[in-house]
């Protein structure tokens, strides 16, 4: 089964700078992978999902990743921060039968005024 | 739609009370699972269901029982409440089929504090 990390538990940047959130897979190419946000006491949702249509996918809110096939990674970026871009967000590999371990450890983004 | 709800919002258990965690989706989705969230842990998958009749163990299923009569509902159980299972709970569901590909959808969460 895939699994992702997700490098730095906590990342704190200014507004209006780049943001880049990390996420390495293990295994052979996944044909999917995940990423999604928490906005304060709410649940997960959807930001954008990697399907090998497209090494560059675009989500919600301006932010995009890039999937690297050489590096093993699906970073996640956003040209500009913005306040409300503070969240926690997770990187996932696909569900698969059997599969116990289904999201990363999750990155906590604060933007800083 | 109301997509995936989830009660109570809030609970407080003593130790070795049971409850139930309501989840419920009218999406018809197959896949049903449900997740606690703790500070530094992440999210981890305690029990899921790809059908009406069909569950199976997560990452944490100990001190937890599911069960899966209808497609719209999988509630949760806890047998005898324990501090440990203090935690934030989601519940969340995909349509289930081709699920590899599936986007999940969360419920907002129950905040259970065991004490």
């Known amino acids: 089964a895939q699994s992702v990390t997700q490098l730095g538990s906590h990342v704190s940047v200014s507004e209006g700078a780049l943001v880049l959130l990390r996420c390495n897979y293990s295994?052979?190419?996944?044909?999917?992978l995940f990423w999604y946000v928490q906005y304060p006491n709410q649940g997960l949702q959807l930001l954008l999902k990697?399907?090998?249509?497209?090494?560059l996918v675009k989500g919600i809110n301006g932010f995009e990743a890039e999937f690297k096939k050489s590096e093993t990674s699906f970073h996640l970026t956003k040209p500009s921060a913005h306040m409300s871009d503070a969240a926690e967000y997770f990187c996932?590999?696909?569900?698969?039968?059997?599969?116990?371990?289904?999201f990363g450890a999750g990155t906590i983004l604060r933007v800083k005024s | 739609n109301a997509g995936v709800t989830q009660t109570p919002k809030f609970q407080v258990l003593k130790t070795g009370q049971s409850m139930t965690l309501q989840c419920a989706q009218d999406m018809n989705h197959e896949y049903m699972s449900w997740y606690r969230q703790d500070p530094g842990m992440g999210l981890r998958l305690i029990h899921y269901s790809v059908g009406a009749g069909i569950t199976d163990q997560g990452e944490v299923p100990n001190g937890y029982n599911v069960s899966r009569s209808t497609t719209e509902d999988f509630p949760l159980r806890l047998l005898s409440a324990a501090p440990s299972q203090t935690s934030v709970y989601f519940c969340?569901?995909?349509?289930?089929?081709?699920?590899?590909?599936?986007?999940?959808?969360f419920g907002p969460g129950t905040r259970l504090l065991v004490l």
């Open positions: 969340a569901s995909s349509p289930g089929a081709g699920w590899r590909q599936e986007t999940q959808y």
């Open positions: 990697y399907t090998s249509a497209a090494t």
């Open positions: 996932a590999p696909p569900m698969e039968y059997g599969n116990k371990l289904v």
């Open positions: 295994s052979s190419v996944p044909p999917y």
